[in-house]
């Protein structure tokens, strides 16, 4: 077996593996898998002088390569924000020199002005014995009198918010686009994983073999499933010439043989 072949099987067994992985929810299998049939395409496209096959390695490991990095998502869960709560408390300033010894200032004399005389009628009352309406004369408080600090209240830091629970989609590209009403686009897809899979698989990436060729062949070498696709391909062939929409009860059917040729 030469070089070539044996790494086309690597990788077709590799990216088996990775698929039946992700379907049983085993996400670190799957992950390592498919970045190790990357690897091995990438090994190809080393060795690979071909154009035009170098490109055909290139998009299926470009594939696999999202593929690891959606189920990285899905192991690791969303990335934590550092909370202000953890974050260090900034330094507190140095403390003042301590005051030198001396002596205290001198005490202020408060002088309290002499209230008013009383008017002269108002004296002569008074001369007399009389009380009369004297103005009475209210004490004020002294205007040094400290105020009273009211006591500070310690704002508690709020909590942090909830964390959503971030889900990724666990399909294939061509059954997003499905479920995305897509169904043009999800034709296209699908023809192109089966065609990069059936070129993989066989090692047959001459650019003249199209992809009714490619699975005529298949089917000469045993793999019966891919009867079931032709009727795919003949709604690629609507699409490209006539302009076809197709329906959803034939998007769904080429869904249902694509995952299962993809599987087998």
Do not use: W
Not at 80 to 95: H, M, Q, V, Y
Not at 183 to 206: H, N, Q
Not at 238 to 256: D, F, G, L, S
């Amino acid at each position: 077996m030469s070089q070539t072949k044996h790494l086309l099987e690597l990788a077709k067994r590799a990216a088996t593996k990775a698929i039946k992985a992700e379907r049983n929810r085993e996400y670190k299998v799957a992950f390592d898998q498919f970045l190790r049939a990357a690897e091995v395409l990438n090994q190809l496209i080393a060795i690979q002088k071909n154009q035009k096959v170098r490109d055909t390695y290139y998009v299926k490991a470009s594939e696999y390569i999202k593929r690891a990095k959606e189920i990285k998502l899905l192991m690791n869960g969303p990335s934590t924000k550092i909370e202000s709560n953890d974050l260090p408390a900034p330094p507190k300033p140095p403390a003042p020199p301590p005051k030198k010894d001396l002596p205290p200032p001198p005490p202020v004399k408060k002088t309290t002005p002499p209230p008013p005389p009383p008017p002269k009628d108002q004296t002569a009352k008074m001369m007399r014995g009389e009380d009369g309406d004297a103005p009475k004369i209210t004490p004020q408080p002294p205007k040094d009198t400290p105020k009273k600090d009211k006591p500070k209240v310690e704002q508690k830091p709020l909590p942090p918010p909830p964390k959503e629970n971030i889900q990724l989609p666990t399909k294939t590209t061509f059954e997003l686009l499905f479920d995305s009403g897509k169904y043009r686009e999800c034709i296209l897809e699908c023809t192109k994983s089966v065609e990069a899979e059936l070129r993989v698989r066989m090692g047959l990436f001459d650019e003249q073999l199209t992809l009714g060729m490619l699975i005529e062949r298949a089917i000469s070498k045993g793999m019966e499933t891919l009867r079931e696709f032709k009727h795919v391909n003949i709604l690629l062939n609507r699409i490209e010439h006539e302009n076809y929409r197709p329906k959803q009860t034939e998007t769904q059917k080429a869904v249902e043989i694509t995952t299962k040729i993809l599987l087998s």
